[in-house]
Antibody
């Protein structure tokens, strides 16, 4: 069965960097894009970007350009999202999601369990 | 970037009510819009893709429609398990975006 398993919760100081992993299993890792989405406490969903695990090509939301880096290691079917220059308003649950294509459409069909990152001095 | 404006941000309704949630895109996105349901502490769950296509396993009381850049999610008869937050998502642009969410609460 398809699973996306993320790394555990982190506490970071302002200005530091964070790196969350997303290990995929149960399907061909290189066949589906991986997206990263975050959700601040009590807030909505915020799309951060995607990575094509096959080519390594990425696309980031403009808001995070220059601060976010998405990578992957195909040998262990794992995607990573690194965010630098952390601020208190980066406190959120960060989730990876698999993107599946059906006809002309695509959508997120499986999600990781989410990783809470708390930024606090 | 394409902005998705969702309304209302919250609503109160009773079991059996017909509920309508709207999402407006800042530019044309054709029918490239998805709807998700999220319950507290859980990952979002796809309800509708391509504006009006019901995802497999989703009850038929959920439906989606499009009129230009306006999109609607309708729950024909609200059930207790439908109390949740709903999000639209545009997939027209390579840079995706979500609406702000609509929280459906018990009246």
């Amino acid at each position: 069965q398809v699973q996306l398993v993320q790394s555990g919760a982190e506490v970071k100081k302002p200005g530091a960097s964070m790196k969350v992993s997303c290990e995929a299993s149960g399907y061909n890792f290189t066949g589906f894009y991986i997206h990263w989405v975050r959700q601040a406490p009590g807030e909505g969903l915020e799309w951060m970007g995607w990575i094509n695990p096959n080519s390594g090509v990425t696309n980031y939301a403009q808001k995070f350009q220059g601060r976010v880096t998405m990578t992957r290691d195909t040998s262990i079917s794992t995607a990573y999202m690194e965010l630098s220059g952390l601020r208190s308003d980066d406190t959120a649950v960060y989730s990876c999601a698999r993107d599946v294509q059906v006809l002309y459409y695509h959508f997120f069909d499986f999600w990781g369990q989410g990783t809470l990152v708390t930024v606090s001095s | 970037d394409i902005q998705m404006t969702q309304s209302p941000s919250s609503l109160s309704a009773s079991v059996g009510d017909r509920v309508t949630i709207t999402c407006r895109a800042s530019q044309t996105i054709n029918s490239l819009l998805n709807w998700y349901q999220q319950k507290p502490g859980k990952a979002p769950n796809l309800l509708i893709y391509g504006a009006s296509n019901l995802q497999s396993g989703v009850p038929s009381r959920f439906s989606g429609s499009r009129s230009g850049t306006d999109f609607t999610l309708t729950i024909s008869s609200l059930q207790p398990e439908d109390f949740a937050t709903y999000y639209c998502q545009q997939i027209y642009s390579p840079s995706l975006s979500f609406g702000g969410g609509t929280k459906v609460e018990i009246e």
